[in-house]
């Protein structure tokens, strides 16, 4: 028989090991709280930071592109403007064997001159904000068809309605960056690009008949980071696809009902 100290001995050192054992445990899960803590308020930071620098990014691109903007309007326009009329005064003095090709000069300014104000305001994100996303993507689509670049067409499906002009411009900047590459190197001959309005979203697709690439090289290339990084910024799911030969597409899903 174990006396009574003996007992109690053994029942302190129970309690003291209990003791030391819960103390542990409670110390383990305060530390691995205040580690997950940290580590959350880490990754916040991170992804603040992040969020910042690509907002300023932006902002420093479009108030670049404003500025090539106005440099367009105001001064390669003014130029061109004074060139035609210029060729309006000279147009009484040409001769008849040379009334052809001054004509054909003078459209070709004043064709020049269009093109140069069309340009500017796709630039311009004040133009952006007061015309609409869908209307500046119809100036678009006619301007390419004007310069007979790429056969491209707009569908509408859905009535439309009106969006934070912020989210406007962001998503007309992804398109306007897939239009770009279009032109100078998918060597497509066709364009489509689709508008599609429902309840709570807002769907977009792009697609054009080109020569396509390899996604797996070209998937840390600048354009691309550009548009993913734009879409992420107003929450929309993203998606571009394209392979060797068989053309590029894009995909955009923007959400209305978180705004």
């Known amino acids: 028989m174990l006396r009574k100290e003996e007992i109690l001995l053994i029942i302190y050192f129970i309690l003291v090991i209990l003791f030391l054992a819960g103390f542990t445990i409670l110390f383990f899960i305060t530390y691995q ?16 930071f992040k969020n910042e620098l690509t907002t300023a990014r932006l902002e420093i ?5 404003k500025n090539v903007s106005w440099e367009l ?6 130029l061109l403007a004074v060139a035609s009329m210029q060729l309006n005064v000279l147009n009484k003095k040409v001769t008849e064997e040379n009334k052809n090709g001054f004509l054909e000069v003078k459209d070709l300014v004043a064709n020049s001159l269009a093109e140069i104000r069309a340009l500017s305001r796709s630039l311009n994100n004040e133009v952006i904000e007061y015309v609409g996303l869908e209307a500046s993507v119809k100036n678009e689509i006619d301007r390419f068809n004007r ?6 067409r707009l569908e509408i499906i859905g009535e439309g309605y009106t969006i934070p002009q912020e989210h406007s411009i962001i998503l007309f900047r992804i398109l306007q960056e897939y239009f770009s590459n279009v032109i100078k190197y998918a060597g497509a001959s066709n364009l489509k690009v689709k508008f599609e309005y429902v309840e709570d979203a807002i769907f977009i697709e792009a697609i054009e008949d080109g020569r396509g690439f390899d996604m797996e090289k070209e998937e ?4 691309l980071l550009n548009m993913r990084s734009r879409a992420e910024m107003i929450h929309s799911d993203f998606n571009l696809n394209s392979s060797i030969g068989k053309g590029t597409s894009l995909s955009l899903r923007y959400p209305t009902k978180m705004n």
């Open 220 to 223: 840390s290339g600048a354009g």
């Open 147 to 152: 310069l007979e670049v790429v056969a491209a």
């Open 73 to 78: 309007h105001d001064n390669i326009g003014q």
């Open 61 to 65: 691109q479009e108030a670049t592109l």
């Open 33 to 48: 709280r205040r580690k997950n803590k940290i580590l959350q308020e880490k990754f916040q930071a991170e992804q603040e």
